[in-house]
């Protein structure tokens, strides 16, 4: 945050408009690059964290799978943080080795 | 967070030949360049560009050529104020109607310039990529740079345009709509192996962008990941100048927008040139305050 961004926020005023554009170009891009529907993105989303449920606990609140590009590559980044490993998992894994 | 990748564009090498870098070599000792000015976007520059750099190479001793692909809504004559002596276009060259040096109009006042409109919009044919090639092969041997003017656009125009050309500039402005279609035209160059490619960034209002209300030029650069060529301030002679029929760098001209595509001409003969940053231009008290203002806090 800028000195600028505070005497905008204080004074109730809307921040610069820079920014926002870069962010939303960033959005768009990456979506542009990768040709995935944001419909498609959300369903895959949904996949990946039904996945990943089976193995771990997930915090939901703060997990995201989102799209990110720089240097004109695009990535699908997932960012999941984990409360605990299921004990199912672990279960599963034992009676594998035994 | 994503590592940084290798770029797929690298820094432009003055003149694409095998000349090591240490020889010192005039644009003239190697092959001709020929360079597509795109931006996808419509209104952005890219005629205005065209005729500018034109001049400019031009009056620094280039032999160039430009080349107006845009048969449909062609501008570039009347940019250059030769809309009245073009009489044949590259269609009639092709079709052997008349020769090409019947058809490539020279420049009054800077010899070194001739500009060949790629056809008319009464054409009965439309010409396919394979005729710009043959155009492209048949002006080269004339001269040093030829400059190809796209049409804005991503379709058959663009396509056809880019199909002579083996490195390109991209005009862009600092909007995202502009932006956004960069990113598709840079996206179908690098499929089409033309490099380099770099990037010129247009109409900078200098104030709005110490203010943040206009995207930066690294915001640009980063996002576009292409080398910047050349930036040119938002500049109310280019009006006056193409009501005249006279581009900016015609006879010396010293608007900060002629400087900014004389320069442009000078980087692309490989000569370094620095790029003046915007928000620094005026230094007044006015200037330290928005910098103040710009101090981040937290």
Same mark, same amino acid.
């Given at each position: ?44 989303? +949904? ?26 590559? %695009? ?10 490993? +299921?004990?199912?998992?672990?279960? %599963? ?6 | ?54 001049? $400019? ?8 050529? #430009?080349?107006? $692909? ?8 009347? @940019? ?14 092709? $079709? ?50 030829? @400059? ?13 345009? $880019? ?16 932006? &956004?279609?960069?990113? &598709?035209?840079?996206?179908? @160059? ?19 962008? #110490? ?17 910047? @060529? ?69």
């Amino acid at each position: 945050m800028t000195l600028r961004d505070l005497i905008d926020r204080l004074l109730g005023r809307q921040q610069a408009s820079g920014p926002t554009a870069k962010h939303r170009l960033q959005l768009v891009l990456a979506h542009d690059r990768s040709d995935l529907n944001p419909e498609l993105l959300q369903r895959m989303r +949904k996949e990946i964290l039904e996945v990943v449920s089976k193995y771990v606990e997930l915090d939901l609140e703060g997990g995201d799978v989102s799209l990110e590009t720089e240097e004109r590559t %695009t990535a699908l980044v997932a960012n999941l943080p984990i409360r605990r490993v +299921k004990d199912t998992a672990l279960q %599963t894994l034992a009676s594998g080795e035994s | 967070m994503l590592r940084p990748r290798p770029r797929r564009c690298n820094f432009p090498t003055p003149i694409p030949s095998a000349v090591p870098a240490d020889v010192p070599v005039s644009v003239t000792a190697s092959a001709p360049r020929t360079i597509l000015i795109c931006s996808g976007k419509g209104g952005v520059g890219k005629t205005t560009l065209t005729a500018n750099l034109g001049i $400019a190479l031009a009056s620094q001793g280039v032999r160039t050529a #430009v080349l107006d $692909a845009d048969f449909g809504l062609r501008n570039l004559d009347l @940019l250059l104020g030769l809309e009245n002596r073009i009489v044949f276009t590259a269609q009639e060259v092709l $079709a052997g109607s008349c020769r090409l040096e019947q058809a490539m109009v020279k420049h009054k006042q800077e010899p070194n310039l001739a500009l060949l409109p790629a056809g008319n919009p009464r054409m009965l044919e439309w010409l396919k990529p394979e005729d710009m090639q043959k155009i492209v092969e048949l002006i080269k041997p004339h001269f040093d740079v030829v @400059l190809i003017d796209a049409p804005a656009g991503i379709e058959d125009g663009f396509k056809n345009a $880019a199909a002579a050309a083996s490195e390109a500039i991209v005009v862009t402005t600092p909007e995202v709509s502009a932006v &956004r279609d960069a990113d &598709r035209v840079i996206g179908l @160059l690098n499929v089409r192996n033309i490099e380099p490619i770099q990037l010129v960034l247009n109409r900078v209002r200098p104030k709005m962008m #110490v203010n943040q209300e206009m995207l930066g030029v690294s915001d640009v650069t980063d996002i576009l990941a292409l080398p910047l @060529l050349g930036l040119v301030l938002e500049d109310e002679q280019v009006i006056v100048s193409t009501n005249r029929g006279e581009p900016l760098t015609l006879n010396g001209g010293k608007s900060p927008a002629a400087v900014a595509y004389r320069n442009i001409a000078r980087r692309l003969q490989g000569e370094t040139i620095p790029l003046p940053d915007p928000t620094q231009l005026n230094r007044g008290l006015r200037a330290k305050v928005r910098q103040l203002l710009q101090t981040k806090i937290f």
